[in-house]
């Protein structure tokens, strides 16, 4: 087990910007995933409850046909999304950069026709060169682009700095068919890689307010077609009460 720690030594200049900040901020990821090594099944015991992001997955499945493509970023345990999706009859991809985060998602039963398949990626290496030449995932690459039916990212986006989150969101369109859905789930605050405690790590988080959010989903190439805002209380009281927005939006172009 590789806990936490970027896959491989890499040319700088491989990277598009490359040089210290792409260094940067990759250290800080691997970071991040070393928190979510820590935390494990703390995560789901501070949120225990999901009906927010069950009822968004059940309006993205009720536009997809059964057996549809949907790629999971950020899939933690895999609970709920990749259960429900599973579930549901879809053919899921599912990708995390934590190995005990993934580990536990591959001990989880999920009945369904089509087993998940679990991967160890940076979200920011999507749709990328890197997805195949670091990662050995060429379906996740260039040559997946258009693959996928829909893409779900709940609170997996918020781990990202802010000017990082548009450049995420226009690979996840690269991924998409035309006409293909985004089910995202966000915290609705004015926050930018901001550190914060976190079950007793501490982790930067971003955050965005509803129309700035707007504005960020369509100029990455999305319509919103529905969205909802639901207010949150974590059963840890180390947590702060947040409002989550949940968003089903349409790629266009």
Same mark, same amino acid.
Do not use: N, W
């Given at each position: 087990m590789t806990t936490g720690q970027i896959s491989d030594p890499f040319p700088i200049d491989e990277d598009a910007g490359g040089g210290p900040?792409?260094?940067?901020?990759?250290?800080?990821?691997?970071?991040?995933?070393?928190?979510?090594?820590?935390?494990?099944?703390?995560?789901?015991?501070?949120?225990?409850?999901?009906?927010?992001?069950?009822?968004?997955?059940?309006?993205? @499945?009720?536009? @997809?046909?059964?057996?549809a493509a949907v790629l999971d970023v950020g899939c933690g345990s895999g609970e709920p999304t990749v259960r429900q999706l599973v579930a549901a009859g879809a053919r899921v991809t599912a990708v995390d950069l934590s190995d005990?985060?993934?580990?536990?998602?591959?001990?989880?039963?999920?009945?369904?026709?089509? /087993?998940?398949?679990?991967?160890?990626?940076?979200?920011?290496? @999507?749709?990328?060169e890197r997805a195949d030449s670091a990662w050995n995932l060429p379906e996740l690459g260039p040559a997946g682009r258009g693959t996928f039916d829909a893409v779900t990212a709940f609170f997996s986006l918020i781990l990202l700095p802010q000017d990082e989150i548009p450049t995420v969101l226009a690979r996840l369109r690269a991924l998409l068919r035309t006409g293909g859905l985004l089910?995202?789930?966000?915290?609705?605050?004015?926050?930018?890689?901001? /550190?914060?405690?976190?079950?007793?790590?501490?982790?930067?988080?971003?955050?965005?307010?509803?129309?700035?959010?707007?504005?960020?989903?369509?100029?990455?190439?999305?319509?919103?077609?529905?969205?909802?805002?639901?207010?949150?209380?974590?059963?840890?009281?180390?947590?702060?009460?947040?409002?989550? @927005?949940?968003?089903?939006?349409r790629r266009v172009g």
């Open positions: 900040d792409v260094l940067r901020r990759r250290a800080a990821r691997a970071l991040q995933a070393v928190a979510f090594d820590t935390i494990g099944t703390g995560y789901a015991e501070a949120f225990p409850s999901k009906h927010g992001q069950l009822a968004c997955g059940r309006r993205l @499945l009720a536009r @997809l046909e059964p057996g005990v985060m993934l580990t536990l998602a591959r001990e989880a039963p999920h009945p369904g026709p089509h /087993p998940p398949a679990l991967h160890r990626i940076d979200m920011y290496d @999507l749709a990328t089910a995202l789930g966000m915290v609705e605050a004015d926050l930018d890689h901001v /550190p914060l405690p976190f079950l007793g790590r501490e982790l930067r988080i971003s955050g965005y307010l509803r129309e700035d959010l707007e504005r960020v989903l369509l100029d990455a190439g999305f319509v919103i077609e529905e969205q909802e805002g639901r207010p949150y209380a974590p059963a840890s009281t180390t947590l702060p009460p947040e409002e989550q @927005l949940f968003l089903r939006c």
